[in-house]
């Protein structure tokens, strides 16, 4: 089981920024640096989405809604990832969630909210 960590969540005015981390605090380097990392997040009374996601190999997508406007991307000396959020809308509201795929298998983090005030 990998340990995951986010953090960065809180209130923001609608237009601002926000960036969110992802730590993997107990894995060894060289593992981290071949998993496959991806963000999702829930909003209130919806499913789970995917918002993005980056490979070992720094390939990375986005939701349709999220293009232009987020930026993922990853630090594997300090074992962690990061969720770079602009021009947020009340939209993006829900609590995200961190998600490490290791050797096919999903390990989660906690969540983090956030909250985007029109």
């Known amino acids: 089981q990998v340990r995951v960590v986010e953090s960065g969540g809180g209130l923001v005015q609608a237009g601002g920024s926000l960036r969110l981390t992802c730590a993997a605090p107990?894995?060894?380097?060289?593992?981290?640096?071949?998993?496959?990392i991806a963000w999702y997040r829930q909003p209130p009374g919806k499913l789970r989405e995917l918002v993005a996601r980056?490979?070992?190999?720094?390939?990375?997508n986005y939701s349709d809604s999220t293009k232009g406007r987020f930026t993922i991307s990853r630090d594997n000396g300090k074992k962690r990832a990061y969720l770079q959020m602009n021009n947020l809308k009340s939209e993006d509201t829900g609590v995200y969630y961190c998600?490490?795929?290791?050797?096919?298998?999903?390990?989660w983090g906690q969540g983090t909210q956030v909250t985007v005030s029109s």
């Open positions: 980056i490979t070992a190999d720094r390939e990375t």
């Open positions: 107990t894995s060894i380097f060289s593992v981290f640096s071949a998993d496959t």
């Open positions: 998600n490490i795929i290791r050797h096919g298998s999903d390990n």
